[in-house]
């Protein structure tokens, strides 16, 4: 079973993407943020954008940095105008292992490509 207690930042795997150990999809890139596609893609266009600041989640990143929040919106922005979701698309936070937050590094799930059905879940 998995815990809401993040690794350690050399144990996290997106830490791994981050300093280029584990190789990805990267779509954008910015001092404070990196976006990848996701490899168990839930809609045809399924990005993740994660900061570099290693945190468990939102909710952490945001009382560690709050400006850090604010760049990972404003890449997720971007990440939407770059993959065309100008339509419409999804921003997803999954916190906590109830939610199924499988990665415990903050991180947005940016879906579109499809209509979006409500509710979610």
Same mark, same amino acid.
């Given at each position: ?43 045809? %266009?399924?990005? !993740? ?8 989640? #939102?909710?952490? &990143? =945001? ?15 971007a ?15 999954? %916190?906590?292992? !109830? ?8 991180? #947005?799930?940016? &879906? =579109?490509?499809?209509?979006?059905t409500?509710?979610?879940?």
């Open positions: 079973m998995s815990t809401d207690h993040a690794p350690s930042a050399s144990d996290c795997l997106f830490c791994k993407i981050i300093a280029r150990q584990i190789p990805a999809d990267i779509v954008h890139e910015t001092p404070t943020t990196l976006a990848f596609r996701d490899i168990k893609a839930q809609a045809p %266009t399924h990005v !993740l954008v994660i900061p570099k600041e290693h945190q468990p989640n #939102v909710v952490a &990143l =945001g009382a560690s940095s709050p400006q850090a929040v604010v760049e990972l919106f404003e890449a997720v922005g990440v939407a105008r770059l993959e065309g979701l100008e339509a419409g698309y999804r921003s997803v936070f999954n %916190t906590g292992a !109830l939610a199924q937050q499988e990665v415990f590094h903050a991180h #947005v799930h940016v &879906l =579109g490509g499809r209509a979006m409500w509710p979610p879940g």
